[in-house]
Nanobody, 117 residues
Framework: QVQLVESGGGLVQPGGSLTLSCAAS????????MGWYRQAPGKQRELVAR???????NYADSVKGRFTISRGNAKNTVYLQMSSLKPEDTAVYYC???????????WGRGTQVTVSS
């Protein structure tokens, strides 16, 4: 069972920056994709950014040019650098991991990001 723990959320003013981190544990198998999703109040969970190994990262149109996803050297961590934050970026951000061996998705508990003056 893969466990994911997110950190780095918080309150930031519009135009500010935050970096989210996610660390995975509990598996000896390679994690083939990691990503970030978010869910705002009253809305469905949506993809923010995702990296599938061997492929370029893909981003939601709303965050292109402002957010950057990256994986750590050990491949069990993923980061989301967020800049030029807007109030509409306010949401709970969830880390996701996918293993091709099992076809299963794993989720963290989420970290709150609030963009407000």
């Amino acid at each position: 069972q893969v466990q994911l723990v997110e950190s780095g959320g918080g309150l930031v003013q519009p135009g500010g920056s935050l970096t989210l981190s996610c660390a995975a544990s509990g598996t000896i198998w390679p994690i083939n994709a990691m990503g970030w999703y978010r869910q705002a109040p009253g809305k469905q969970r949506e993809l923010v950014a995702r990296i599938l190994e061997g492929n370029p990262a893909n981003y939601a149109d709303s965050v292109k040019g402002r957010f950057t996803i990256s994986r750590g050297n050990a491949k069990n961590t993923v980061y989301l650098q967020m800049s030029s934050l807007k109030p509409e970026d306010t949401a709970v951000y969830y880390c996701n991991a996918w293993l091709s061996l099992t076809g299963a998705d794993y989720w963290g508990r989420g970290t709150q990001v609030t963009v407000s003056s």
